[in-house]
């Protein structure tokens, strides 16, 4: 009860995650893919106690580093609970039609909740730092599925990567700008310089570059239902 629930809603696809990734090989696909949309489900539910308009700016300190002038922090609104709503229903979904060739163990239940992390990061930041490690964190998974691949094709990496590494760096340099010249990367800043506009512009071009994605598209040698297909949000 202590840890807020927008917070709750990142810890638990990360927590996955990590179990999944670690000790994947371990449990038999169909069981990965069950803790993999339970994980999914529980940021739903964490979300979903915020509906109410409950949810509290969450700001995560991680001094003597400071930078930017600032710390990540969350501000879980309206819009944004509703839009992680929608994504942790629609992995969760998704999860459950994910399964190995042959019984072959796959990481995409586990890089998928990376991603709805990172996706979950981004649409409740509160500034432009934390707006960055959401980008950050769905990069590394959309690396990881593509190095997943069969074949690692660069064509699929090339698509799927570069841009998203592209609009990652781009954030970065506005984020940079806009601490220099308002000293501060709050996204409820009243007045956006033109240079910073122009450059989340530029990010959020990049990032819809390789939408829609589906395992297909990249040549895995798992399935996914016909019913369920991955899409990941600009951010």
């Known amino acids: 009860d ?14 996955g995650a990590a179990v999944i990734l670690v000790l994947g090989r371990l449990f038999p696909n169909w069981m990965q893919r069950l803790l993999a949309s ?4 529980l940021s739903l539910v964490a979300l979903w106690s915020l509906r109410g308009g409950a949810g509290e700016p969450v ?16 501000d879980p609104d309206a819009l944004a ?32 909740l990376v991603a ?12 432009l730092l934390t707006v960055l490690l ?8 959309l690396i990881a599925m593509a190095l997943s691949g069969r074949g690692g094709s660069g064509r699929v990496f090339e698509r799927l990567v570069v841009p998203g590494v592209l609009s990652t760096l781009v954030l970065f340099f506005g984020a940079m ?24 512009a530029v990010a959020g071009l990049l990032r819809l570059q390789p939408l829609p994605i589906h395992p297909r598209g990249l040549n895995t040698p798992q399935p996914i239902s016909n019913t369920t297909s991955l899409l990941l949000p600009n951010t």
């Open 2 to 15: 202590s840890v807020p629930g927008s917070l709750q809603a990142i810890l638990w696809p990360l927590a």
């Open 38 to 41: 339970a994980c999914a489900l």
């Open 59 to 74: 700001e995560l300190y991680w001094q003597p580093i400071n930078l930017l002038r600032t710390s990540p922090s969350l």
């Open 81 to 112: 609970v509703m839009v992680g709503l929608i994504l942790s229903g629609i992995t969760a979904a998704a999860l459950l039609g994910i399964r190995g060739s042959d019984g072959a163990p796959t990481p995409w239940p586990g890089l998928m």
């Open 116 to 127: 709805l992390a990172g996706c979950l990061v981004a649409v409740m930041a509160a500034n």
């Open 134 to 141: 959401g980008s950050a964190l769905l990069d590394l998974a």
């Open 177 to 200: 700008q806009m601490d220099i010249l308002t000293g501060t990367a709050s996204l409820s800043a009243r007045t956006f310089p033109a240079v910073v506009l122009l450059l989340l």
